[in-house]
């Protein structure tokens, strides 16, 4: 009886061991049934994307005026636009162009904001306030102004969208980055590290940012939402996503001059947008309740 | 309170430099060439060197810089390429319509953010919490310019109860501000819910009510008094965001507004239009965020104590924003 007591105890004490925090976090985040919900469309919308060269094999910009406007149905399961463009196809490939610039351009705001925010953040004084007090200055212009100067200034095409959303998140980044750094800085394990002569850069990879990973992961899905709406919200003013590319954004600016008649041009775009943001914005909600259950509420 | 004040506008000086300095930059890298814009493609080179002669664009960028800088601190923005006509006179002339738009849909999003994000947390985990939660993250995934064309879709197209676009009388402001400000009104759901959500615990409020006191007055005194310190800081961003969906919504409702303005100051390299107009947005966006600063301080009796050192008050505010946005 005893031995078997023993024997329970010893299994459990391995599994307790076994089980880091980010194990943890990710079991929490597994039981969350909204998150998992979210996470499951997002995979969907980017394995369809993904084969969106064998579901319509036609391409998306294979024309036939012949059968322009025909409405969702049989044939056409999304029906077709102006030009008898199968918007199943539009649609589809528009996922992989606006997946591609959400990822894109959060990687260029991530990378750059948390070399600012940790550089801003770990040597504080004067390198913080030069970071910091430029960072003001984008910030003083409204998000959505400063990606239109900058992808005007650079032009349309993909890559200017992505660039012109990835910087136009950097200030937040670099913010969500240093707070966290500026208490994880003063603790003793930093102290350590330091008196055995770790490089500064050592100490801001190794030991200051893996502290601070989990509003790094919160920010970045967050991002990820965010940059997907500004691209698209870029496309539909005409400067990021050139036509014929079926960027979401651009599809219902394109169809807007038929909104009276064919609604569903605007709608079906709409919904995707839609659909793919809040699975994002779930999937983010559900990770920062697995990541940080003191903040759940 | 008035050094802070003070201080504070003489910090938004560098900053409003450094965004006419961002500016000159882009336009650096802009492609096409204003001359050629304005006196169209076939005209003469002389004729366009002098064009660019007459506005300083043969200069070096950084000459060109501090040339319009200091005509800047005299007042004077420059005219438009286009029109010739003054710059100010012309953003004036639009100005007062983009801030309306701004601050009706902000004010649709406050009231109706607070409103539901209370009630949201005060019926916590029932199905009123889950569905305002639900509209909450509903509104913050939607493209507003897509919020908007459903709204004309439903309302001026299907019902025909509002117009479609112009901007001629209170009827036309409803739907791109209901546009804007509906949609703004979920990301203050959420901050309203949760801090409010953090407050209902406190031991303040446990005091209050085991001392018996009414529950509407431990809503009104004590939880909403403490819950409204995150969500204020959060308006001066909400601020920022409507005067950056209002270009959108110009574009769409055709209205002629500051937005409009710049797209096209913006496709035609009319650079002093832009200018201006980005200098007065970046000017309301910085006012506005040290209003909202001061009245968080009139709310927070801790912060207004802080005052006395009116350093801290900043990073107190940027501490609470950061902590109502993770």
Redesign the interface.
């Known amino acids: 009886m005893n031995n078997v007591d023993q024997k329970e105890v010893k299994i459990n004490r391995r599994e307790i061991r076994k089980r880091s925090m980010m194990q943890e976090s990710l079991e929490r985040l597994v039981r969350n049934k909204t998150a998992m919900a979210g996470f499951a469309v997002i995979v969907t919308v980017a394995i369809l994307s993904a084969l969106a060269g064998v579901i319509c094999p036609e391409g998306y910009d294979a024309q036939d005026v012949t059968k322009a406007f025909i409405r969702p149905g049989k044939e056409y399961i999304l029906g077709t636009d102006n030009l008898g463009r199968s918007m199943l196809a539009r649609v589809l490939y528009g996922g992989r162009i606006s997946l591609t610039i959400g990822i894109i351009s959060t990687s260029i705001s991530a990378a750059l904001g948390i070399i600012l925010g940790s550089l801003a953040g770990y040597y504080g004084n004067k390198v913080d306030n030069i970071i910091m007090r430029t960072l003001d200055v984008f910030h003083a212009i409204p998000n959505t102004l400063l990606a239109i100067a900058i992808s005007s200034a650079m032009g349309g095409g993909i890559v200017n969208a992505m660039i012109a959303v990835g910087i136009s998140g950097v200030p937040n980044f670099a913010k969500v980055v240093r707070a966290p750094i500026l208490a994880v800085k003063e603790s003793e394990f930093v102290e350590a590290a330091r008196s055995i002569d770790a490089t500064n850069a050592r100490i801001i990879f190794r030991h200051i940012l893996p502290n601070v990973l989990s509003p790094i992961i919160i920010t970045i899905t967050g991002q990820l939402a965010g940059s997907i709406l500004a691209a698209s919200s870029l496309s539909f003013l005409g400067l990021g996503v050139q036509p014929p590319m079926p960027e979401w954004g651009s599809l219902i600016a394109n169809a807007r001059q038929y909104i009276r008649d064919y609604s569903y041009l605007v709608s079906i775009p709409g919904l995707a947008i839609a659909a793919v943001v809040l699975s994002m914005n779930l999937f983010g909600d559900g990770l920062r309740d697995a990541l940080d259950p003191k903040l759940k509420n | 309170m008035l050094r802070y004040t003070l201080r504070r506008l003489l910090l938004m000086i560098?900053?409003?430099i450094?965004?006419t300095?961002?500016?000159f930059l882009?336009?650096s890298?802009?492609?096409g060439d204003p001359a050629s814009l304005v006196l169209g493609n076939d005209a003469e080179e002389e004729e366009k060197y002098e064009w660019r002669e007459k506005y300083d664009l043969n200069d070096p960028l950084i000459v060109q810089y501090v040339k319009y800088m200091s005509r800047v601190v005299r007042g004077d923005f420059g005219v438009s390429y286009r029109t010739n006509k003054n710059v100010t006179l012309t953003i004036l002339e639009r100005w007062p319509t983009t801030f309306l738009v701004a601050v009706l849909s902000v004010s649709i999003s406050v009231f109706l953010g607070m409103m539901l994000g209370i009630i949201a947390a005060l019926n916590r985990n029932n199905w009123v919490d889950s569905f305002a939660r639900f509209l909450g993250?509903?509104g913050?995934?939607?493209?507003?310019?897509?919020f908007a064309?459903?709204l004309?879709?439903t309302f001026a197209?299907k019902l025909k109860i509002l117009p479609v676009s112009g901007f001629y009388g209170p009827e036309y402001w409803i739907l791109p501000t209901a546009s804007l400000g509906i949609l703004g009104a979920a990301g203050l759901l959420r901050i309203t819910r949760?801090s409010v959500?953090?407050c209902i615990n406190a031991d303040y409020v446990r005091t209050a009510r085991s001392k018996g006191q009414k529950e509407g007055k431990i809503v009104m005194h004590h939880i909403l008094r403490n819950a409204l310190i995150p969500i204020v800081t959060s308006i001066g961003g909400y601020i920022?965001?409507a005067?950056?969906?209002t270009?959108?919504m110009e574009?769409i409702f055709a209205i002629s507004g500051l937005g409009k303005l710049?797209?096209t100051a913006?496709?035609t390299r009319d650079y002093p239009l832009l200018r201006g107009s980005?200098l007065l947005?970046?000017t309301t966006?910085?006012v506005i965020n040290l209003i909202v600063d001061l009245i968080y301080a009139q709310i927070d009796p801790r912060v207004k104590a802080a005052f006395k050192n009116s350093i801290k008050v900043r990073r107190l505010s940027e501490?609470a924003a950061?902590a109502s946005?993770?």
Not at chain 2, 140 to 146: A, D, I
């Open positions: 560098p900053v409003l450094g965004v300095f961002l500016i882009l336009q890298f802009t492609p993250m509903l913050v995934s939607m493209p507003n310019f897509w064309l459903l004309i879709m197209l949760s959500l953090d920022a965001a005067l950056g969906g270009i959108i574009q710049m797209i913006i496709n980005v947005i970046a966006t910085s501490k950061s946005e993770s």
